[in-house]
């Protein structure tokens, strides 16, 4: 695969929204910058791949994704999993939230996995360039600095089981005073049942994130010994 390829005007990008309207405006913004937009329709109930299928038809260079399918009833599924999917068949992709809670936290779930996710108020269509080449050297195992995995070491401060069970957790490499929500599932489940407020942990992290939202837990599979007084 060409490590350097880059998203040219006149590009075909696939926008995918359960919401017209949303969706049309998203189309025009692209056509303002030259691309061509395109888009699928259809309801695909619970059908992840089909609707994957269905973007792969089009041949897309792009794809933007909306998270939320269902209010319209475009698809019972979150649009994080055509994502997840279209990127693991090397297909650049990123997906668009309103990251309200708890979407932070289940979209944590997948973080490893996503290369890109913009809230849509903060999408701007002059870096989408920037969007797909995030995307295109991850799918080349080449991710950008503020994905990279760093094998960190990880305290639980809190464990909580409400709504769901989920770990607050501080990563000292990252920023050594600030706790981050994170969902159980991104501890192996070998060792859910032995951690505990104070626990430290080892796993991937990328340290170099900007905020939190960016932030992903990967291999988060050994508990680690307490650092020495004074060291973290």
């Known amino acids: 695969m060409n490590l350097h390829a880059i998203l040219k005007p006149s590009s075909r990008v696939t926008v995918i929204d359960d919401d017209e309207d949303g969706c049309e405006d998203i189309m025009d913004v692209l056509r303002d910058f030259n691309f061509e937009p395109s888009t699928i329709t259809g309801s695909y109930d619970d059908r992840v791949g089909d609707m994957v299928q269905a973007i792969e038809a089009q041949n897309p260079s792009f794809v933007i994704c909306d998270n939320r399918l269902q209010a319209r ?5 979150y ?7 279209l990127v693991s068949r090397s297909r650049p992709a990123m997906l668009l ?6 979407d932070r936290l ?8 996503v290369p890109v996710i913009v809230h849509r108020d903060a999408f701007e269509p002059k ?10 050297r991850e799918i080349n195992h080449d991710p950008v600095d503020a994905r990279r995995p760093h094998r960190s070491l990880i ?3 809190n464990i909580t089981d409400d ?3 989920q770990i607050d957790a501080v990563v000292p490499g990252w920023r050594p005073e600030h706790a981050v929500p994170i969902p159980i599932e991104c501890i192996a489940p070998h060792l859910r049942d032995k951690i505990s407020a104070g626990t430290y942990l080892l796993g991937d ?3 170099g994130a900007k905020d939190e939202d960016e932030l992903f837990f990967h291999n988060v599979n050994e508990i680690a010994p307490p650092p020495k007084e004074g060291i973290e």
């Open 79 to 85: 649009g994080v999993a055509v994502v997840k999917e």
């Open 205 to 207: 992290v990328n340290i």
């Open 97 to 102: 939230t309103t990251y309200g809670s708890p």
């Open 106 to 113: 289940v979209l944590r779930r997948s973080r490893f996995d």
């Open 73 to 77: 009833q475009m698809a019972q599924f």
């Open 127 to 136: 870096r989408l360039g920037e969007y797909f080449d995030v995307c295109w």
């Open 163 to 165: 709504p769901v069970r």
């Open 155 to 157: 305290r639980i401060d």
